[in-house]
Every structure is written in C-alpha cells, then in structure tokens.
Antibody, heavy 122, light 113 residues
Framework: EVQLLESGGGLVQPGGSLRLSCAAS????????MSWVRQAPGKGLEWVSA????????YYADSVKGRFTISRDNSKNTLYLQMNSLRAEDTAVYYC???????????????WGQGTMVTVSS | QSVLTQPPSVSGAPGQRVTISCTGS?????????VHWYQQLPGTAPKLLIY???NRPSGVPDRFSGSKSGTSASLAITGLQAEDEADYYC?????????????FGGGTKLTVL
C-alpha cells in the first residue's frame, strides 16, 4: 500500500525552528518528486515547497523562501522540511504529497499524508 | 487572495448536478498549464479527484468530471450524494515573474441539501 506518514510537528516559539519528516512506503521513492503543502486552521491549501526525485532541484513559495529548506534521503525513503525563523503565520497542518508526474510544473499530488500540525506561538 | 478564484460555496439537492468554477489568468490556466482537482472531506487530507484537466484516478466515480477552456476550468458532479459534501480545490501552476510555482484556488464548500 502506498503510504506517507508525517512527523515532527508541535508547538514552537516565534523565531524558532522545527524539522518535519515524511516517511514513504509502497512505491519507488527516488523515482518521484515530492512536495509539502500546508493548510492554516480554517483556511485553504497553500503550496510550500517541492523537490525532484534525485534531490537536485528544489522549489519554494515566496512566503517561505530563505527560511525553509526541503531535502530528501532516498536511502531512507524520507522527505524533510527544515523550518527556521518561524512566524505565527506559519501555523498550519503540513502535508507531504507525492507528485504524479516528472514535470513539477504539471504536477498533480496523487498521494497525501495525514498531516502534522505546527503551531507557532509564544 | 488566491491566484485561482473559486466560489466560496455551492449547494445542491441529492441527485442534482453542480459545477464548481476555477478562474485563472494568462500566467497559469491560460498559459496551458494543467488543472487538477482535490476533494477534502471534513478532518481528512485532500484526495486527488481529477488530474490533467479531465482525467480521473482509479477509484474515482465517473459522476465527477473536469474540463478546461481558456483561462478557466470546471468540476462537475452529477447524481449528487450526501457523501460528496466536502471542500473542493483546484490547482495549477503559475509562471508569473513575481513568483512561479504551484497555485491553489481558495476552495469551494459543497453542501448537499
């Protein structure tokens, strides 16, 4: 069964850091680009970041550029999101998602994890 | 304010047909980028409903269909059922110089009357 399982969320103070992980199973992880998408409480979906299957190409939304870093360890079938200089507006459920096609610009997210909650508050 | 514009809410009675619009611009849908649709049931993660404008993943009923024309796209649901009550999101890619990347619509809440 294809599955994505996020972890690492929690409560952090403004200006703090957090690293999210997403463990993948049931598919050849290194063959697919992956992404992070977030959803603030009661709000819509917001794309955060994406990474190619090899890890050689990364993409970020303007709202997180310079603060968040996406990476992956294909030997561990795991996706990461390092989040620094966190702000209150980063409070959201963070989902990892598998990208269906090699072309990230045409990307549909065909598999989603259950999400992990990140709360930025003092 | 989302790059892709969806109506905040739509409603319909069981058995009826409803459509949800997704309006973009020349830097996203109008530039030829594909549109994808997701269904999010309350308290759950989004689920891919339509990809590549009009394709259904395995397991998605044929009551759901998608189309695209010009700078807009639409999701149609026929034979409305109570279990279809959910939030629906469109998604595409935007190539604008101000910040290229994946973009979502603001979401549409479907209420089955």
């Amino acid at each position: 069964e294809v599955q994505l399982l996020e972890s690492g969320g929690g409560l952090v103070q403004p200006g703090g850091s957090l690293r999210l992980s997403c463990a993948a199973s049931g598919f050849t992880f290194s063959s697919y680009a992956m992404s992070w998408v977030r959803q603030a409480p009661g709000k819509g979906l917001e794309w955060v970041s994406a990474i190619s299957g090899s890890g050689g190409s990364t993409y970020y939304a303007d709202s997180v550029k310079g603060r968040f870093t996406i990476s992956r360890d294909n030997s561990k079938n795991t996706l990461y999101l390092q989040m620094n200089s966190l702000r209150a507006e980063d409070t959201a459920v963070y989902y990892c998602a598998k990208i269906k096609d090699p072309n990230i610009a045409a990307a549909a997210f065909d598999i989603w994890g259950q999400g992990t909650m990140v709360t930025v508050s003092s | 304010q989302s790059v892709l514009t969806q109506p905040p809410s739509v409603s319909g009675a069981p058995g009826q047909r409803v459509t949800i619009s997704c309006t973009g611009s020349s830097s996203n849908i109008g530039a030829g980028y594909d549109v994808h649709w997701y269904q999010q049931l309350p308290g759950t993660a989004p689920k891919l409903l339509i990809y590549g404008n009009s394709n259904r993943p395995s397991g998605v009923p044929d009551r759901f269909s998608g189309s695209k024309s010009g700078t807009s796209a639409s999701l149609a649901i026929t034979g409305l059922q109570a279990e279809d009550e959910a939030d629906y999101y469109c998604q595409s890619y935007d190539s604008s110089l101000s910040g290229p990347g994946v973009v979502f619509g603001g979401g549409t809440k479907l209420t089955v009357l």
